[in-house]
């Protein structure tokens, strides 16, 4: 007998014929049946009722009909025992069996897609159907099983690998929020700043002038009030000669009218309406950073070889490529198409802008830079290499995403921007002119030194820049 079929028999030993199920407090009849407890007492309940020959307090055996005493039940305690293994043993759990012929799962229907006895195979519904052992749908769905779940652990592995891009991006995204709530804050404070001093400029323009106008009003003025107490005070003369007796009256007439022939009375024009030339006016960001500008001018000798430099007012160029030692010039820079202002700054606020027209794929640079930084070698233009700068970029080949310092880069860059130095402050601000928008601010205790305005410019036919009245593009070499 095989493991199965010893199972098999082990659960049907362990099985009350009455409910089917495993033994619970089982009992001995007198016949030598065994039942649960409650199952025996609900059969006999029912015989009650039914008429029929039997002894008084007798009862049939569901298995075998002979009659035995309701009181003559024996605890089986070996078949409790037997009951509980059974139930906890793996191999003979309920759902082993079929639930309709209580016979062991042995065969898989391919077509309903669940396990069937032998009884069931030869039934009229599965009669038909294909078939297989159970071991064989095993492991032939059990591979089906482990695809689909390579697959799911796939999608689990890219669904994990989104949930981690969007944490990342929401992460970027609030870090960004806090970033530009900042910039807000700091912008806000720095135009307030600016504008108290601007009421205070306004309001010591308009406090000289009311002290220069009122000066002047109140001396024409007093000179009109003198000139009025003359007058009264010859009126009450002449008022009073001409009261007098006429003898008495006419003495004297010669000097009299010779007193009033020699005033000379003033008789100035009515003081116009009065125009105030200080204007009361709070203005916009751009306005008030106009209110620094500088005539700021591009120094031919510091500029790029091939770096043509035209001032439109002049009409004529301020450097061509030069030749020889020229081009060995310790202020020139040779390592990209650079200049620099022709002016320093070392204290002070200071604004100026700069028109752009980028043309193709270009990636040009604009803000400050020490005047110590080095005009020989390539070196990245970032605060630490004294630049403090924004690039400009137009086309998607320059932007690098290698790591480590560099400027901040803008993928779309205004047509006018205005650049901002505070020195005292040690901040470096950008705007776009057109709307006045901030674009980024660098801020550090101090400036190491003197600061000069910076210009870089992308590769040939990369558009032109326009620094106050020169015009600024790269040339290429021949």
């Not at 008084?56 to 035995?68: A, D, I, Y």
């Not at 690998?161 to 804050?185: D, H, N, S, Y």
């Not at 003898?247 to 100035?268: E, F, G, I, N, R």
């Not at 031919?300 to 770096?307: D, G």
């Amino acid at each position: 007998m095989d493991a199965v079929e010893l199972a098999r028999k082990l659960q049907e030993e362990a099985t009350c014929s009455i409910c089917l199920d495993y033994f619970t407090d089982p009992v001995m009849t007198a016949c030598g049946h065994n039942f649960c407890r409650e199952c025996i007492r609900l059969s006999w309940e029912k015989a009650k009722g039914k008429k029929g020959r039997r002894r008084k307090g007798s009862f049939p055996c569901p298995e075998c009909r002979e009659m035995s005493p309701q009181r003559n039940l024996r605890p089986n305690r070996l078949l409790t025992k037997v009951a509980e293994m059974a139930r906890q043993h793996p191999g003979l759990q309920k759902r082993d069996l079929c639930q309709v012929h209580q016979e062991p799962l042995k065969l898989f229907c391919e077509e309903d897609k669940s396990p069937i006895c032998v009884v069931c195979r030869e039934a009229r519904e599965h009669r038909l159907h294909r078939v297989l052992p159970v071991e064989e749908a095993v492991q032939e769905y059990k591979s089906k099983l482990e695809a689909d779940m390579e697959c799911l652990r796939e999608e689990v592995v890219k669904t994990e690998k989104m949930q981690a891009q969007e944490e990342q991006a929401l992460a970027e995204w609030q870090a960004m929020v806090k970033e530009r709530r900042t910039c807000i804050l700091v912008e806000f404070e720095k135009m307030t700043l600016l504008l108290v001093e601007e009421e205070r400029r306004l309001l010591q323009a308009l406090k000289e002038e009311e002290e220069e106008t009122t000066s002047r009003l109140s001396e024409r003025k007093a000179s009109l009030d003198q000139q009025s107490h003359t007058l009264e005070m010859l009126l009450l003369r002449l008022e009073d000669r001409s009261q007098q007796e006429p003898l008495q009256m006419l003495q004297d007439m010669k000097d009299t009218l010779a007193s009033k022939d020699s005033l000379q009375v003033l008789c100035p024009e009515a003081t116009p309406p009065m125009v105030l030339r200080t204007v009361c006016r709070v203005p916009g960001q751009v306005e008030v950073l106009r209110g620094f500008q500088e005539d700021v001018v591009p120094d031919p000798a510091s500029a790029y070889p091939y770096l043509l430099l035209y001032e439109s007012r002049q009409r004529r160029y301020l450097s061509c490529p030069p030749e020889g030692s020229a081009l060995c010039s310790k202020d020139r820079f040779v390592a990209y198409p650079c200049a620099v202002g022709q002016q320093s700054f070392s204290s002070g606020r200071h604004y100026w802008e700069v028109g752009m027209n980028l043309t193709g794929d270009a990636l040009w640079a604009l803000g400050v830079c020490s005047a110590s930084v080095s005009r020989k070698d390539r070196v990245p233009k970032c605060p630490e290499n004294g630049f403090w700068v924004v690039q400009l970029a137009k086309g998607k080949k320059h932007l690098s995403t290698a790591p480590g310092p560099g400027p901040v880069t803008l993928t779309e860059p205004p047509s006018h921007m205005g650049v901002f130095l505070d020195f005292e402050a040690g901040e470096v601000s950008f705007y776009s002119v057109s709307d006045g928008s901030h674009l980024h601010t660098y801020s550090q205790a101090t400036f190491p030194g003197p600061l000069q305005p910076f210009f870089c410019l992308g590769a040939p036919k990369s558009g032109q820049m326009v620094i106050s009245t020169v015009t600024v593009w790269v040339k290429g070499r021949k």
